[in-house]
């Protein structure tokens, strides 16, 4: 198993909302909702657009061009047009790190 990745600090990302980072040449958006820290992949199954730049409520990413909705702890879609489910990755914590496991 890979040693875990720092992908930014808990005090750049929003109480609810979502930032872009780069892992391991890989795009993941880094999201948080309801004081907890998600990692999903960052492109839209639907069509090639950045997650993080949509809106994040209750647990859930929405995919700002055509309104997809995406479970942050699964990365399953709960809205339509997508019907494909975007890779999820485990997150730690450690203090104001935010790491990500990008391989197991
Ligand atoms: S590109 Fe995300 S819903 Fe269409």
Same mark, same amino acid.
């Given at each position: 198993?890979?040693?875990?990745?720092?992908?930014?600090?808990?005090?750049?990302?929003?109480?609810?909302?979502?930032?872009?980072?780069?892992?391991?040449?890989?795009?993941?958006? +880094?999201?948080? %909702?309801?004081?907890?820290?998600?990692? +999903?992949?960052? +492109?839209?199954? !639907?069509?090639?657009?950045?997650? %993080?730049?949509?809106?994040?409520?209750?647990? !859930? +990413?929405?995919?700002?061009? !055509?309104?997809?909705?995406?479970?942050?702890?699964?990365?399953?879609?709960?809205?339509?047009?997508?019907?494909?489910?975007?890779?999820?990755?485990?997150?730690?914590?450690?203090?104001?790190?935010?790491?990500?496991?990008?391989? %197991?």
């Amino acid at each position: 198993m890979t040693a875990p990745l720092k992908a930014c600090a808990l005090s750049e990302l929003p109480e609810e909302g979502a930032l872009r980072v780069e892992l391991d040449g890989k795009p993941v958006c +880094i999201a948080r %909702s309801g004081g907890t820290v998600y990692a +999903i992949g960052d +492109i839209c199954s !639907h069509a090639d657009v950045s997650l %993080s730049e949509g809106d994040v409520e209750d647990g !859930h +990413i929405e995919c700002w061009l !055509h309104g997809s909705m995406f479970d942050l702890a699964t990365g399953a879609p709960t809205g339509l047009p997508a019907t494909k489910p975007v890779p999820t990755y485990a997150v730690t914590v450690e203090g104001d790190s935010v790491l990500v496991q990008m391989e %197991s």
